[in-house]
T-cell receptor
Framework: GAVVSQHPSRVICKSGTSVKIECRSL??????MFWYRQFPKQSLMLMAT?????????EQGVEKDKFLINHASLTLSTLTVTSAHPEDSSFYIC???????????FGAGSRLTVL | GENVEQHPSTLSVQEGDSAVIKCTYS??????FPWYKQELGKRPQLIID?????GEKKDQRIAVTLNKTAKHFSLHITETQPEDSAVYFC???????????FGTGTQLKVEL
């Protein structure tokens, strides 16, 4: 079946630094990828929709200059949390769909802790 | 936009009993309703889904029902087992079903 790999699984950084999270589709071409944020014991909140080769579409309330999304190839999308602060600490999850994956496939998530 | 509400937030059942989780949605154009199971710190796993042209779907111990008129859908788990313990999320989407709006989640605990 379709597999989405997300890296790193855990990252700890200092306040003010930037962190990049990668989302890769391993065995299919992901024309669309989604990025979510999940706070403890809460639901998944969609942050943005990323289509290969075009700019990401951000949900209302999500700062596009803070959460930089790049989807330069059909197998890779990246989320960069710029100038991270403790309130950005969360579980970030990506999902992808495309040729070879007829249902949305989720990555394993990345736990970001900002000190 | 779509708003999906989910109840209950926590549910505790005895092993072997049935569990029912209910969701309502606001967007009448939504036509795809998946259910996900998420264990702590793990990715959501699709367990069953239903499209709006169907009223009920079953897969072994899991079933989902959809009432389009009332805009609600439910997950039914029969003969619950301890390994069913997890957080369950419903979701809704329009069109191709990719842009999901998730419910708030239900923590299911199956006790021995």
């Amino acid at each position: 079946g379709a597999v989405v790999s997300q890296h790193p699984s855990r990252v700890i950084c200092k306040s003010g630094t930037s962190v990049k999270i990668e989302c890769r589709s391993l065995d299919f071409q992901a024309t669309t990828m989604f990025w979510y944020r999940q706070f403890p014991k809460q639901s998944l909140m969609l942050m943005a929709t990323s289509n290969e080769g075009s700019k990401a579409t951000y949900e209302q309330g999500v700062e596009k200059d803070k959460f930089l999304i790049n989807h330069a190839s059909l197998t890779l999308s990246t989320l960069t949390v710029t100038s991270a602060h403790p309130e950005d600490s969360s579980f970030y999850i990506c999902s992808a769909i495309g040729a070879g994956a007829n249902v949305l496939t989720f990555g394993a998530g990345s736990r970001l802790t900002v000190l | 936009g779509e708003n999906v509400e989910q109840h209950p937030s926590t549910l505790s059942v005895q092993e072997g009993d049935s569990a029912v989780i209910k969701c309502t949605y606001s967007d009448s154009a939504s036509n795809y309703f998946p259910w996900y199971k998420q264990e702590l710190g793990k990715r959501p796993q699709l367990i069953i889904d239903i499209r709006s042209n169907v009223g009920e779907k079953k897969d072994q111990r899991i079933a989902v029902t959809l009432n389009k008129t009332a805009k609600h859908f439910s997950l039914h788990i029969t003969e619950t087992q301890p390994e069913d313990s997890a957080v369950y999320f419903c979701a809704g989407a329009r069109g191709g079903g990719n842009k999901l709006t998730f419910g708030t989640g239900t923590q299911l605990k199956v006790e021995l």
